[in-house]
T-cell receptor
Framework: GENVEQHPSTLSVQEGDSAVIKCTYS??????FPWYKQELGKRPQLIID?????GEKKDQRIAVTLNKTAKHFSLHITETQPEDSAVYFC?????????????FGRGTSLIVHP | SAVISQKPSRDICQRGTSLTIQCQVD?????MFWYRQQPGQSLTLIAT?????????ESGFVIDKFPISRPNLTFSTLTVSNMSPEDSSIYLC??????????FGAGTRLSVL
């Protein structure tokens, strides 16, 4: 099955700095890579995603890059703000028994200091 | 998007009892998922529930411990049976609206004494 590694587990930055979270996956057949943000006590919510036919995608201050050859993808947050503080999960979607099931990374706790 | 109602939001239970968690979606969906999230940890898939068929369990999870019902395309339940303190966790349901995006319920925070 798919295996997703996520680093770092904790990331502490100053407000206004950039933050980068990296994930690697093992299944070359995986073709969809979402990122979820989970604020304390809340449900995970999708913030950005990328499919395997695209190398980069941006949405305002966040961007995701994908390197299919190396099987890694990254989340980039620029001009971080205190409200960006949360746990971020990457995931890779691959076929399992005919269904597409996401495999999640272990999460990165991002702390943005004002 | 989808509106997912999950209840209860939290519960405190005694060892050896069972708790049934309900998940209601505002639209018909083929696949519903149940996850466990232990404090500070990632999302671990328990099982996938498709309407009209038996749930598919992930390694380490069995039907006797986590029976799942999926009576129609908008509803599912997960039961945590014969609970022990190790079952204390957050349980989340989610759905896939056939666009690969997971929409999560608000979660059930379970504490077992």
């Amino acid at each position: 099955g798919e295996n997703v590694e996520q680093h770092p587990s904790t990331l502490s930055v100053q407000e206004g700095d950039s933050a980068v979270i990296k994930c690697t996956y093992s299944d070359s057949a995986s073709n969809y890579f979402p990122w979820y943000k989970q604020e304390l006590g809340k449900r995970p919510q999708l913030i950005i995603d990328i499919r395997s036919n695209v190398g980069e995608k941006k949405d305002q201050r966040i961007a995701v890059t994908l390197n299919k050859t190396a099987k890694h993808f990254s989340l980039h947050i620029t001009e971080t703000q205190p409200e960006d503080s949360a746990v971020y999960f990457c995931a890779a979607l691959g076929a399992t028994g005919g269904s597409y099931i996401p495999t999640f990374g272990r999460g990165t706790s991002l702390i943005v200091h004002p | 998007s989808a509106v997912i109602s999950q209840k209860p939001s939290r519960d405190i239970c005694q060892r050896g009892t069972s708790l049934t968690i309900q998940c209601q979606v505002d639209s018909q969906v083929t696949m519903m998922f149940w996850y466990r999230q232990q404090p500070g940890q990632s999302l671990t898939l328990i099982a996938t529930a498709n309407q009209g068929s038996e749930a598919t369990y992930e390694s380490g999870f069995v039907i006797d411990k986590f029976p799942i019902s999926r009576p129609n395309l908008t509803f599912s339940t997960l039961t945590v049976s014969n609970m022990s303190p190790e079952d204390s966790s957050i349980y989340l349901c989610s759905v896939d609206l056939s666009n690969d995006i997971q929409y999560f319920g608000a979660g059930t925070r379970l504490s077992v004494l």
